[in-house]
């Protein structure tokens, strides 16, 4: 099981981001836990300053800006 | 402001291809060039056909109207397509590594620069704030970022560019960098750290090593690409009302009540342009077809900047956003530094442009 944060205030493409990884994870059939953290504390704990980042097995792999489903799969699959 | 920009990133590409891409970027410009010097021609040429009187004022509203909207919408596509491209060599993160430690004044000419090429998204202004203020870059450094990032945006560069002409668009980019950087400085020599929501300043953060995405050139000209579906896919209905609107300005609003207005010779007419557009949600894409006809029937040039500025560098949701990191204190210095720089410009404007 995969465990997954997307950092965002909850806007548009943080949206979108999380629908993202939640479809090539099942695309895959990769287990996954996908969890959504808004407060601005907590973004700011993991250092990026721009959202939506995600975090995968408490690695930054992303910030800013929809990932590519691309980038989803190589963060999926490592 | 409503300009959100999701540029993907990603891991380059396997499948180079990138003569592919070359051949297709150049091949469009030469379409896009071929296509704009035909524009005049074609909207004359259906208007001549039209049933209407030649020289009457619906004539030239629809004359005004059937030239403006292909021209703009392709003026903001290539402007957006180059923005595209140059801001997949920025991100956040790597401005803010840039500007970590700078000193007042290089630093804010630095951060009003990097705001104009950084990717920005006002839902995105205050992990932005955070990030930046918790690894080192001063108060005053941060604002003039946060002040030029959505003033000088690729909509308003390309609209006034495409509807005014370059000497106004290059005025707005030259005078609004002058805005962020001054009132950068001005707060961070007030010292007002202070002044920040106190849980903001408990945190220290060690920035994140975001594993840096190689992009290819072919990654790059994608970015652009997707800027301009992305952008002028959410803005294009704007423009057309824009331009609707300044057609009807053009054909049918009586010249000489708007100078009179909005004109020189009338001194309160700046500090009303800024307190009327500092409430406005930024629409640089409805605005500026409309500013532009203002502008044709006698509204002076640094009047109608002051409002644009004012609507699009304060706008209240992003104020909204910024209450959650900014006592009120620090907000309202904010608001009143950026309206009074804004103030300073539309006069300048107005005293330069004189004829």
């Not at chain 1, 981001?17 to 504390?41: C, F, M, N, P, Q």
Request: hydrophobic fraction near 55%.
């Amino acid at each position: 099981m995969k465990d997954i944060k997307v950092l965002g205030s909850g806007c548009r493409t943080c949206v979108a981001t999380a629908d993202l990884i939640k479809t090539e994870a099942d695309r895959l059939g990769i287990a996954v836990s996908i969890e959504k953290i808004t407060d601005y504390a907590a973004i700011a704990g993991y250092g990026i300053s721009s959202t939506p980042g995600v975090v995968v097995d408490g690695k930054v792999v992303h910030a800013g800006g929809l990932p590519k489903a691309a980038a989803v799969d190589t963060w999926l699959a490592t | 402001m409503s300009d959100c920009c999701p540029l993907p990133k990603g891991p380059p590409s396997q499948s180079p291809g990138t003569g592919r891409w070359l051949a297709a970027t150049a091949a469009g410009l030469v379409v896009w060039g071929a296509l704009y010097w035909q524009l005049q021609p074609a909207a004359s040429w259906i208007v001549a056909r039209l049933p209407l009187v030649p020289g009457s004022r619906t004539a030239d509203a629809v004359a005004f109207f059937l030239y403006d909207t292909p021209k703009v919408l392709m003026l903001l596509g290539l402007v957006v397509f180059a923005m595209g491209v140059i801001r997949s060599w920025f991100s956040a993160d790597r401005t803010r590594r840039l500007l970590a430690g700078r000193r007042t004044g290089v630093g804010n000419v630095a951060a009003a620069l990097l705001g104009i090429v950084t990717p920005f998204c006002s839902c995105s202004a205050v992990p932005l704030f955070i990030g930046f203020v918790s690894a080192g870059v001063p108060l005053g450094v941060t604002f003039s970022f946060l002040i030029a990032a959505p003033m000088i945006n690729e909509v308003a560069l390309g609209l006034l560019f495409g509807l005014v002409g370059w000497k106004v668009a290059l005025a707005y980019l030259g005078f609004g960098l002058g805005v962020a950087i001054t009132a950068g400085i001005v707060i961070g020599r007030c010292h007002l750290d202070g002044w920040l929501q106190p849980w903001v300043r408990e945190i220290r953060m060690t920035a994140s090593d975001v594993p840096g995405q190689r992009m290819t050139l072919v990654d790059r000209l994608e970015a652009g690409v997707d800027a301009v579906r992305d952008i002028v896919g959410k803005v294009w209905l704007w423009v057309i009302a824009g331009i609707a609107v300044g057609a009807l300005i053009h054909g049918y609003a009586p010249a000489d009540l708007l100078a009179t207005v909005m004109g020189r010779s009338a001194w309160w007419s700046v500090p009303a342009a800024v307190l009327v557009g500092i409430p406005l949600y930024s629409n640089a894409a409805g605005i500026i077809p409309v500013v532009e006809a203002l502008l044709s029937k006698g509204a002076a040039i640094g009047t109608v900047l002051a409002f644009m500025m004012a609507v699009t560098a304060l706008s209240l949701p992003e104020i909204v956003i910024l209450r959650k990191v900014l006592t009120g204190r620090l907000i309202a210095v904010f608001i009143g530094v950026v309206a009074l720089g804004i103030l300073a410009v539309g006069y300048l404007f107005n005293f330069a442009f004189a004829s």
